[in-house]
Nanobody, 119 residues
């Protein structure tokens, strides 16, 4: 059974940093690297939006315009983990952040971790 578990969220002041982690289980190691991994976020009253995406081998990344230059997505296939380093956080980054694994029509979601940026 595939599971994605996010961690690392919390309360941070504007301008601060957080590192989110997503631990995957239930994937054979060789299979995890065939999944693209994404971070999404959803703020209250808003639709879920894609924040960052990384290819299976980690060679390609894509970012939402709103986070370019501030957030960095990375993955460690041997640990079956994906990370989101968030720097220069702004109040508008406040949201629940979700990890997602996707390969073709197959998609898995984590339960989310809350990030709150406030002074």
């Amino acid at each position: 059974q595939v599971q994605l578990v996010e961690s690392g969220g919390g309360l941070v002041q504007p301008g601060g940093s957080l590192r989110l982690s997503c631990a995957a289980s239930g994937f054979p190691t060789s299979t995890f690297s065939t999944y693209a991994m994404n971070w999404y976020r959803q703020a209250p009253g808003k639709e879920r939006e894609l924040v960052a995406s990384i290819s299976g081998a980690g060679s390609r990344t894509v970012y939402a315009d709103s986070v370019k230059g501030r957030f960095t997505i990375s993955r460690d296939n041997t640990r079956k983990a994906v990370y989101l380093q968030m720097n220069g956080l702004k109040p508008e980054d406040t949201a629940a952040y979700y990890c997602s694994a996707v390969r073709g029509a197959v998609r898995y979601w984590g339960q989310g971790t809350q990030v709150t940026v406030s002074s």
